[in-house]
């Protein structure tokens, strides 16, 4: 079972600065299957990039995701004061098929 | 508009069951493999089960395993996940998530499971 490891932590950051968010995976993963989320207190997650690099429908293109093997990030270009929430990538498995998320990057205003 | 509205959530002791159920509306439901990811109190997101989209394939974590089974009715847009010998340790919101393999593109907000005596 593949494990992914994000860091920070515990990101602190101003609006209008640039986040570079790490997940590291402990095998590597296909590019087609590894995903980024967002997810604000009381809500559910909301998908932000999936296959690495492509941006779900209505996420702004501050959002970019990239990396390959075993080593991803997401790239939020300019901080908007919304974008301030955890942030989780997940890997999906094909043989045998599960996913496995990481324990999430918390992006708070500094 | 796609919607996943779960249900079915509540208050269990250890050792119980409980049967979580997701409505689903807005796309072709038997198209899709549908899944359940579920959250514990101020945790990550751990993902549980998913299933494919005709219901004859079904893949589950290893800490539900032999515990949990997940099911599908397409003629009622509807997913399911009957819940047995329930743990502390399944304490958590789960929720429903539609996706193509790979990756889950719409969630439900959630149905609570607290399992405690």
């Known amino acids: 079972e593949g494990v992914l490891t994000q860091s920070p932590g515990t990101l602190s950051l101003s609006p209008g600065e640039r986040a570079t968010l790490s997940c590291r995976a402990s095998?590597?993963?296909?590019?087609?299957?590894l995903a980024w989320y967002q997810q604000k207190p009381g809500q559910a997650p909301r998908l932000l990039i999936y296959?690495?690099?492509s941006r779900a429908t209505g996420i702004p293109d501050r959002f970019s995701g990239g990396g390959s093997g075993t080593d991803f990030t997401l790239t939020i270009s300019r901080l908007e004061p919304e974008d301030f929430a955890v942030y989780y990538c997940?890997?999906?498995?094909?043989?045998?098929?599960?996913?496995?998320f990481g324990q999430g990057t918390k992006l708070e205003i500094k | 508009e796609v919607q996943l509205l779960e249900s079915g959530g509540g208050l269990e002791q250890p050792g119980g069951s409980l049967r979580l159920s997701c409505a689903a509306s807005?796309?072709?439901?038997?198209?899709?493999?549908m899944s359940w990811v579920r959250q514990a109190p101020g945790k990550g997101l751990e993902w549980v089960s998913t299933?494919?989209?005709?219901?004859?394939?079904?893949y589950y974590a290893d800490s539900v395993k032999g515990r949990f089974t997940i099911s599908r009715d397409n003629s009622k847009n509807t997913l399911y996940l009957q819940m047995n010998s329930l743990r502390a340790e399944d304490t958590a919101v789960y929720h429903c998530?539609?996706?193509?393999?790979?990756?889950?593109?719409?969630w439900g907000q959630g149905t609570l499971v607290t399992v405690s005596s």
């Open positions: 998530a539609k996706g193509p393999w790979g990756y889950f593109d719409d």
């Open positions: 807005g796309f072709t439901f038997n198209t899709y493999a």
């Open positions: 299933v494919s989209g005709s219901g004859d394939s079904t």
């Open positions: 095998q590597s993963v296909s590019s087609n299957y």
């Open positions: 296959g690495t690099s």
């Open positions: 997940q890997q999906y498995g094909s043989s045998p098929r599960e996913y496995t």
